[in-house]
């Protein structure tokens, strides 16, 4: 299994301003997860991040809002943009294949 | 689209009691399979999880799941519930030929001590 560590832990921001959620992992892994949880809400894939080619969004998020970077093995950032109340969530990374792994997530309140 | 569905969005059981969370899925093909649990203020842990063979699996502290796969269900269980499992229980499928976990809602147990 991999060590999987997030900054922040926990955030609160005013509305319209940006986050950037940093994820690192003790080992090299291929592909790494952005997740989303919203409150009472199960976990949503925001996207894939693979080393080395551009981030993968699924249906409903879209790279302006979410840009993310992967500039090596072992670490990504996801960055919440032009924030709103809606956005306020638990942001999760993962990585793995068959099996995920995840980080302890990032608590973001907007207001 | 595949989906996940679990039953119960809360559960509470006193201690000592026996445990089921139905799992149910929709997807034709071959699927993996995983519990996940999350105890209060802690990491996502994967429970167990099944990719094939033996159609019971046992996971962590005392937890197994049985694949039906005639009900495409996954259902949790475990004979005696401690305190201790109060926690978020998820269950979520993977198709073999990709990578993307598709989530149930999750439910949350609570152990009366």
């Known amino acids: 299994s991999a060590v999987i560590s997030q900054k922040p832990s926990r955030d609160i921001c005013q509305r319209g301003t940006s986050l950037t959620i940093q994820c690192q992992v003790d080992s090299q892994v291929t592909m790494m997860f952005w997740y989303r949880q919203q409150p009472g809400q199960s976990l949503t894939l925001i996207a894939t991040a693979n080393q080395g080619s551009e981030a993968t969004y699924e249906s409903g998020f879209v790279i302006d809002k979410f840009p993310i970077s992967r500039p090596n093995l072992t670490f990504s950032t996801l960055t919440v943009s032009n924030m709103s109340p809606e956005d306020s969530s638990i942001y999760l990374c993962?990585?793995?294949?068959?099996?995920?792994?995840f980080g302890p997530g990032t608590r973001l309140t907007v207001l | 689209a595949q989906s996940v569905s679990q039953h119960n969005h809360h559960v509470i059981l006193s201690e000592a009691a026996s445990l089921e969370l139905g799992c149910n899925y929709s997807?034709?093909?071959?699927?993996?399979l995983f519990w996940y649990v999350q105890y209060p203020g802690q990491h996502l842990q994967l429970l167990l999880k099944y990719f094939s063979g033996d159609p019971l699996v046992k996971g962590i502290k005392g937890f197994e799941a049985e694949f039906i796969k005639s009900k495409f269900s996954f259902n949790l269980r475990k004979p005696s519930v401690q305190w201790s499992d109060t926690a978020e229980y998820f269950c979520?499928?993977?198709?073999?030929?990709?990578?993307?976990?598709?989530w149930g809602a999750g439910t949350k147990l609570i152990i009366k001590p």
């Open positions: 993962s990585v793995g294949g068959n099996e995920q792994f």
């Open positions: 979520a499928v993977k198709s073999d030929s990709n990578y993307q976990l598709i």
């Open positions: 997807y034709g093909g071959t699927v993996n």
